[in-house]
């Protein structure tokens, strides 16, 4: 069978595979399980973690003095999100179908430039995108059984929740999950290995200061040597301490699925080697996603995957990995970051609004705002309420190429979180 073009998984490589379908090309899409149509943000991350931590926070922002405290029924919500997962697979399923796309279900296996071997069937494509994926990276001396000993795979699907928890990482899976335990109850310990957060040195302060206010006990500097399972979790730390907890979450950062690989493509630093296009050593193969390494996020997947479908209908635009914004659902308040970091900042404290007072926790908030010598915007971070929703103004500046001044001929409206961006925007 001969294809314009083959897709190798099924996550957000599927909008451009619709893209080039609705083109009048021949696109074929294979994914080794169709029960896991949307990839990781779907079934397994962005998607089902949100609606935890966004019922997570209500339950926060309940536990303030005016209140009845509450409790959230944690077996019901994680049964409402398996079945509106197996409801949104359905739907992209129906999509990719009703756009001509030949949807092949087996273990991917490139074998040469132009083919992909799967069910024992050997196809011929033009074109060939893959989207493999990633999966949690487990480091040495780490004896994982799934059960107490877990990864956010596992720890999404948890109906009752331990009594106590450490969590391994200082990434978003972990920050995240940490916040999720705490405020549910749980006692949670955050083992890190660095002493800062990457993120601003100011907003990381603050973020120890807001994870220690709902709970978390922090042990940074610190690595995890061993651990495994007696009749509870035996850790054993790089400064020899000793600790046990009923379960421990390992959220120490993803790596690459290269299984799929029987043909050599030039790989770096585990990842597969991309240019600026995302084309792989082979010209014909493009490589998009987590698995090249760049950004392990499902809207940059999805940038990318278009940006693959604009370069194959003869649109040749190099996509700007650095006005993708990033952010970690923290509780309450949330991290974002866009663009790039400059010699010049200013860094503005949320407490100097007066609406800051309308969500407990604000007093920690911080914007930082760079740009350069003309005063041109490079960048942003934020450390606020919605702060994944807000950043968007930053991507709109940056989009646009403004300067300060032109930045600030727009209006915000009061009292709103966004309109300390007018005050930051004045002192520089």
Do not use: W
């Not at 779907?42 to 009845?68: A, D, V």
């Not at 009923?246 to 597969?272: C, P, Q, S």
């Not at 860094?347 to 007066?354: E, Q, R, S």
């Amino acid at each position: 069978m001969k294809y314009d073009v083959i897709f190798i998984g099924g996550g957000l490589n599927y909008v451009g595979a619709i893209f080039l379908a609705r083109s009048s090309k021949k696109v074929a899409l294979i994914e080794k399980d169709l029960n896991h149509i949307g990839g990781t943000c779907l079934n397994n991350g962005c998607i089902p973690s949100k609606k935890l931590l966004h019922r997570t926070k209500t339950l926060f922002e309940t536990k303030e003095e005016y209140f009845t405290p509450s409790k959230l029924d944690i077996k019901k919500l994680v049964q409402n999100i398996e079945s509106e997962r197996e409801t949104l697979v359905s739907s992209v399923t129906k999509q990719i179908k009703a756009n001509g796309i030949e949807l092949i279900e087996g273990e991917a296996k490139l074998i040469s430039k132009n083919e992909i071997k799967v069910n024992d069937k050997v196809l011929e494509s033009d074109f060939i995108v893959i989207a493999t994926g990633a999966k949690p990276f487990i480091p040495d001396g780490i004896e994982i059984d799934y059960k107490k000993i877990i990864t956010s795979d596992e720890a999404l699907h948890l109906e009752k929740l331990p009594k106590e928890i450490v969590v391994y990482g200082g990434g978003a899976i972990a920050l995240e999950f940490a916040g999720y335990f705490a405020i549910n109850g749980v006692k949670t310990t955050l083992i890190y290995r660095r002493d800062n957060f990457k993120m601003h040195e100011k907003i990381s302060q603050n973020l120890k200061l807001q994870l220690q206010k709902i709970g978390v006990e922090l042990k940074l500097n610190t690595s995890i040597k061993s651990a495994k399972v007696d009749k509870k979790v035996e850790i054993i730390t790089d400064n020899d301490e000793k600790l046990q907890t009923e379960m421990l979450l390992v959220a120490t950062g993803r790596r690459v699925n290269l299984d799929f690989l029987e043909y050599e493509l030039e790989t770096k630093k585990g990842a597969i080697n991309t240019n600026q296009y995302f084309q792989t050593s082979e010209a014909n193969i493009f490589a998009i996603g987590d698995c090249n390494g760049k950004l392990s996020l499902a809207h940059a997947a999805r940038k990318e995957a278009m940006a693959v479908a604009d370069f194959l209908s003869g649109k040749k635009e190099v996509l700007n990995l650095d006005n993708i914004p990033k952010f970690i659902f923290t509780l309450p308040l949330s991290y974002a970051s866009i663009g790039v970091k400059s010699e010049e900042e200013i860094v503005y404290p949320l407490k100097a609004l007066g609406v800051a007072s309308a969500v407990d926790g604000a007093e920690n908030g911080v914007v930082v705002i760079y740009y350069d010598k003309e005063k041109f915007i490079t960048g942003a971070e934020l450390f606020m309420p919605n702060a994944e929703e807000l950043i968007s103004v930053f991507g709109q500046i940056l989009a646009g190429e403004m300067d300060v001044k032109t930045a600030l001929n727009a209006t915000f409206p009061h009292p709103t979180f966004s309109e300390i961006f007018d005050y930051a925007l004045r002192k520089i």
